[in-house]
């Protein structure tokens, strides 16, 4: 995602160079930003507003430093690629999220600047992007109030540190729920005289080193940010690894236990 997109965008506007391919559905929140989002994310995809896939928020963001939301693209079947995204923020771009072994399902928090269309978009094998969205009203300011972290003394010496659960598998597809913590301010450097300082990449594989899903992730994540996943590890995997990294080179190591499932692992003791 390009770090100027908001200076891209009013270029794109006073140039008329927004989407220029084939007529797309009219947009259903109708957005000021949706024709110069639409290429600037999807290039000459295919687009199609799509109730099947959703997004759970609150009506009304009662803190602007941490919205809850979760983005569900499931009905949909097979999804390649996710991308949640707030047209009005200053970086529009919340997380992409590749379910590579995982359902294409994700929770989080993050961070809104004032009211503002909420969406996901779901990439399905036929190269069609599926968007679904709601209206987030907000006082706003969450992208630009400098983080809580730094008021700790000792705050850079817990800077990726990893706190995570994993439930034990269930349903006939033995999908695991993961949820987890990496501690980080993720600065959007829209402060001043404090730099851009947050994480940009995540991978999670299984203790077989197959790699379940990938997140691009992005500053409008709140500080600290939590992610719930629904992962399906090999059916030997009695753990599981998250890496990544950050803007600044820093990087997130964790290593998370499994639930032990008995008979999970021929021959293996607990």
Not at 12 to 25: F, Q, T
Not at 70 to 92: I, R, W, Y
């Amino acid at each position: 995602m390009n770090r100027h997109l908001a200076a891209a965008a009013l270029l794109a506007v006073l140039s008329g160079s927004a989407w220029a391919g084939p007529p797309d559905p009219a947009d259903p929140l109708a957005s000021v930003m949706w024709d110069v989002l639409r290429p600037e994310l999807f290039g000459t995809a295919p687009v199609q507003f799509d109730e099947r896939v959703t997004v759970t928020a609150p009506d009304n963001a009662e803190n602007a430093a941490a919205v809850p939301v979760m983005a569900d693209a499931t009905a949909l079947g097979a999804v390649e690629e996710m991308v949640l995204f707030a047209d009005l923020n200053p970086f529009p771009v919340i997380l992409r999220f590749q379910p590579l072994a995982a359902k294409p399902v994700i929770a989080t928090r993050f961070k809104v600047q004032q009211a503002t269309p909420l969406r996901a978009a779901a990439r399905t094998p036929d190269g069609v992007w599926h968007i679904g969205g709601k209206l987030l009203d907000a006082a706003g300011g969450g992208c630009t109030a400098a983080p809580a972290t730094y008021a700790a003394a000792d705050w850079a010496d817990h800077v990726g540190e990893v706190q995570a659960r994993a439930w034990t598998p269930a349903g006939e597809d033995k999908t695991t729920r993961l949820r987890f913590l990496v501690r980080h301010p993720m600065d959007t450097g829209l402060v001043a005289g404090i730099p851009a300082y947050f994480i940009e990449a995540l991978t999670l594989r299984d203790s077989e080193g197959r790699a379940l899903a990938r997140l691009q992730t992005a500053e409008p994540l709140s500080e600290n940010p939590v992610f719930t996943l629904e992962v399906q590890p090999g059916p030997g995997a009695r753990g599981l690894t998250l890496d990544g990294r950050d803007n600044q080179g820093g990087e997130v190591k964790a290593a998370i236990p499994l639930p032990w499932v008995q008979g999970s692992v021929q021959g293996a003791l607990p």
